[in-house]
């Protein structure tokens, strides 16, 4: 079974940055470099939201909330995912969640839930002065 576990959030001021990671382990079968990965977020009384994905391929989306700030990258070698969160905004509080999940063509990668199996427990970013 595949494990992950994020770091990295905090307590940060409006305009500062954040990086958070992700980190996958504890499964034999499920090798990250032949999957997709993808950032979720979920904000009090908020549905959970799709912010930034990478496919195994290499292709990366992001939401209009986030694109241009935010950046995501992976380190197969280290089996660990990352999000680069710039220029952070009060609306960017939320509980962070990274998630992996396996699509046949190996440049999609979509928000959608259901399409990622493995899920972190999450970490907290509050973006406040």
Same mark, same amino acid.
């Given at each position: 079974?595949?494990?992950?576990?994020?770091?990295?959030?905090?307590?940060?001021?409006?305009?500062?940055?954040?990086?958070?990671?992700?980190?996958?382990?504890?499964?034999?079968?499920? *090798? =990250?470099?032949?999957?997709?990965? !993808?950032?979720?977020?979920? %904000?009090? $009384?908020?549905?959970?939201?799709?912010?930034? &994905?990478?496919?195994?391929?290499?292709?990366?989306?992001?939401?209009?909330?986030?694109?241009?700030?935010?950046?995501?990258?992976?380190?197969?070698?280290?089996?660990?995912?990352?999000?680069?969160?710039? *220029? =952070?905004?009060?609306?960017?509080? !939320?509980?962070?969640?990274? %998630?992996? $999940?396996?699509?046949?063509?190996?440049?999609? &990668?979509?928000?959608?839930?259901?399409?990622?199996?493995?899920?972190?427990?999450?970490?907290?970013?509050?973006?406040?002065?």
């Amino acid at each position: 079974q595949l494990q992950l576990v994020e770091s990295g959030g905090g307590l940060v001021q409006p305009g500062g940055s954040l990086r958070l990671s992700c980190a996958a382990s504890g499964s034999t079968v499920v *090798s =990250l470099p032949f999957y997709a990965v !993808a950032w979720f977020r979920q %904000a009090p $009384g908020k549905e959970r939201e799709g912010i930034s &994905c990478s496919s195994s391929g290499g292709r990366t989306n992001y939401a209009d909330s986030v694109d241009g700030r935010f950046t995501i990258s992976r380190d197969n070698a280290k089996n660990t995912v990352y999000l680069q969160m710039n *220029s =952070l905004k009060p609306e960017d509080t !939320a509980v962070y969640y990274c %998630a992996v $999940g396996y699509y046949t063509d190996s440049l999609k &990668c979509q928000f959608l839930r259901r399409e990622y199996e493995y899920w972190g427990q999450g970490t907290q970013v509050t973006v406040s002065s």
